[in-house]
């Protein structure tokens, strides 16, 4: 009976991944099946693991050598090469350049050395990427798409000898583009429809024929109709027949490869049609080379799939996992460079009689709490999570907290930094630098905002997170045996009674930890909270009629988003309070511990304020509210007293 029971509740937790959509289930299938680890990880199960933060992680020594001769050549090249302003205006690195930054090692900053490569570390290959964004955002794109998600990665790390001995050498001399993103899939490869279609020959795959669009992909095309990358890593779906991709429902059939494709290949169309052919354009980030390429009926070798069959979509979590990292990189660098400008232009700026530094609405909000405090923990957090990238230890959570975090408080501190500079912030740098010097806030302004979007948004990876974080309740939830309920009920029970002796820091600093420690064990109680009710509404799905199931399943974790946003940011803010502690005390210098304990005393008010929310919040009545927008009940407001164009661009 108690077998049938835990086969019923499995059923059930799959019909609630289901209800999710598609997507989440194959990234439930095709992540990576291990826990994560970590401080984070721990904090789930309401342990303070301070000995995995404390003492800071140890650095590469040979690889922080490499990185400073190369930050030293990069200063001069831009100095002596590259005019952000100009090459803003054109919309293009100058080709010449191109040359210049694969003598310099640029296109090849992670692979070994015994392949080629400069063989940098993850941290030091972030410290590189944040040099590239401070002086000119767009060059930092081209080396990181290349460098993280381009075709190098995917060859270096799951290749063959032949495939690296084949495609590494000119791969280390000429970025590359990395294709996932379709008309219809952003972070939901369900909906992929770009395929491989397997050619057979006496029962036997010879090679595969690729059809479809891809969007979005960096370094694909130099100019309109002329592609920059030589080769392209192209991500499918891996078929018999064309028709599976509407007809087959079971993901667990879905097969994705990750195929090398050289831009020269027949059929790999980056021209005649306007929708591929022509640069996309945006906003912001003038000068990266984007564009919608085009695959018809495109052959690949065999010795084109890397990994193997079914590997597609894995390699590409892998690849977006240290992208995160970089993301994290450039927006801590963004930030320093932006709060920079904010401080200089406040210090000068004089209002009535004094400088705008000493206002406080100046000063002490905007450059203190919201700008230095915040950047201390944002390059706390960014460097633990490539350290421990380097330790091989797992880093999925930190990447990703890091990313999210750095991201959100970086575009705070932009948008202060244009706030702070008033009119001539908003002005373009080109028009205002013609009457004096200024700072370019509004080049910063543009390139930063697709931070919180690229490699996966905010709002994805927020929930990502508590999810992989709630892994480890998984015995419960579904099949588990009696034994490793046990040892789970007995791991819990002693990191509630178990006492974490706090590490050795400044006595500023030892409140805070102090903090963190009662605070986890909250936090991990709200978790098993959430936890234990969705188990009673999953055991009360098989009682009751189809409409009170759509009413249950509502009020699931999986579907409550906004209490997933705030253990998303509890568990976050716990993280940096941690790792800056630790970074503060790592420098040694009363300065660190000034701007750690400015952080955690912020971060200690956003604790309590998000553990407040649980209880006390009106998400039941703004979801009312957002039903209401399906029904166009508010449409008689909205569109009132405007010319609504949606309707005149005919977007519905």
Known sequence: MATKEAAERKNLMTEQIKKLGK???????????????????????????????????????????KAEELLKALDKFFREKVNPDLTDESRDIPFELFGDMADMGMFRLKIPEELGGLSLSQTDYGRVISYLTSYYGPMAILVSADNTIGCKFPVWKYGTKEQKDKYLPELMRWPSGFCFTERNVGSDPARME??????????????????GQKEYTTNAVLTDNVPLAKFLS????????????????DVKKFCFGLFIVPTSSKGVNVGERLDVGLRNEFFGMHGIYNANPLFENVWANP????????????????????????????CVSIAKQCFSGSQNYAEKRVQWGTPIIDKELIGTEKLARQGLCYIFAMDAMTNYASLRFDSGKDSRLEATSSKVFSSEKMWMIVDNNV?????????THKSSSRRR???????????????????????ILSQWLVGEGMKFLKPFAQMGTWKEKFLLLCELTVNRINFVRIPD??????????????????????????????????????????????KLAREMLTSRQLTLWRLFWIASYLSAMVVSCS???????????????????????????LFREFYRNNDRKMRRIADGLKEDRYAWFIHSDILPLIDQLNLK
């Open 303 to 330: 010795d084109q799939l890397i990994g193997g069959e079914g590997n597609g979509f894995r390699i590409s979590l892998q690849a977006l996992n240290t992208g995160r990292m970089a993301i994290a990189s450039s």
């Open 419 to 427: 706030q702070i500079h008033g009119g001539i912030g908003y002005e």
């Open 437 to 459: 010097k200024v700072f370019p806030a509004d080049r910063f302004f543009r390139d930063a905002r697709p931070n919180r979007i690229f490699e996966g948004s905010t709002q």
């Open 23 to 65: 997507g989440v289930q194959i990234a439930d299938e095709q992540g990576d099946k291990k826990l994560v680890e970590g401080f984070m990880a721990d904090a789930f199960k309401g342990k303070a693991s301070f000995d995995e933060v404390f003492p800071w992680p140890e650095r590469s020594l040979k690889s922080a050598k």
């Open 505 to 550: 820091v400044p006595r500023p600093l030892r409140k805070h930890l102090k903090f963190v420690r009662r605070k986890v064990r909250k936090f991990s109680n709200r978790v098993l909270f959430f936890a234990a009710r969705d188990m009673v509404f999953l055991a009360l799905q098989s009682l009751v009629d189809k409409e009170d199931k759509k």
């Open 583 to 609: 970074r503060a005390v790592h420098f040694g210098a009363d300065s660190a511990v000034e701007m750690a304990d400015g952080f955690c005393s912020e971060a200690r008010l956003c604790i309590d304020n």
């Open 234 to 249: 192209v991500v499918v779906r891996i078929v018999d027949n064309p028709s599976e991709i509407q007809t087959e429902k």
């Open 194 to 211: 770009t395929y491989a279609l397997r050619v057979k020959e006496n029962g036997k795959t010879i090679g595969y024929c690729i059809t």
